[in-house]
């Protein structure tokens, strides 16, 4: 199994290291011609949104990786990831691949929370450790949109069909049961 993780900038290298534990094969995505090679999965890794928005289209990754994920691959992203998923932000008028109907805020918990960490349930995996880091969350949901995890009557988990979002950074803690859970989206896809 071969997972791409966009190597731009942020917390990608953190990903590729669990996913090497659950047994898959990680490659970097830096520039247009490592999306000549097929993969089984894409992650998205926290960041800072704006940043990778504008590395994807100056080095003309956007469209191809916006069709991947449109025709069906399998992706988790995870905090900034999840607003390039996101197809209306409510404090700037830009989004970017708007591939899952829904609403998100950036820089949702102000400047006092801007850093948390919590132990929550989440919807099929039970307790899952939890570190936000100037985290996003999702304001509403349309539907199809399938609701994983509320933290502070916030939803800052979702699924929809083959996306993963989640406002954390499951990257960062212990738990290999979101990234277990990922490898199983893969296994099961028909794509
Ligand atoms: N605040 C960042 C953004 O708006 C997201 C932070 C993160 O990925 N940890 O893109």
Redesign the pocket.
């Known amino acids: 199994m071969k997972i791409a993780v966009l190597a731009l900038q942020?917390?990608f290298i953190e990903h590729e290291k669990k996913l090497e534990q659950l047994g898959a094969t990680c490659i970097e995505l830096r520039q247009k011609s490592d999306l000549d090679q097929d993969f089984d999965g894409l992650v998205l890794?926290?960041?800072?949104?704006?940043?990778?928005g504008k590395l994807l289209k100056e080095l003309e990754m956007f469209d191809d990786l916006q069709k991947r994920i449109q025709d069906g691959l399998p992706t988790l992203a995870?905090?900034?990831?999840?607003?390039l998923l996101a197809d209306r932000i409510v404090n700037q008028d830009q989004t970017y691949f708007s591939t899952i109907p829904m609403t998100v805020k950036?820089?949702a918990y102000g400047r006092q929370l801007g850093s948390f960490h919590t132990i929550e349930e989440m919807k099929g995996l039970g307790k899952v450790p939890m570190t936000?880091?100037?985290?996003?969350y999702i304001e509403s949901v349309q539907e199809g949109v399938d609701i994983l995890s509320e933290v502070n009557d916030h939803i800052i988990a979702v699924q929809y069909k083959n996306q993963l979002a989640l406002a954390f950074?499951p990257e960062l803690d212990e738990n290999h049961s979101i990234h277990q859970y990922f490898i199983n989206m893969i296994k099961k896809s028909t794509r």
């Not at 995870?78 to 607003?83: E, M, Q, W």
């Not at 936000?132 to 996003?136: E, L, N, T, V, Y």
């Open positions: 942020g917390a890794p926290g960041g800072e949104s704006t940043v990778q995870t905090c900034a990831g999840l607003i950036r820089n936000f880091i100037r985290a996003p950074h």
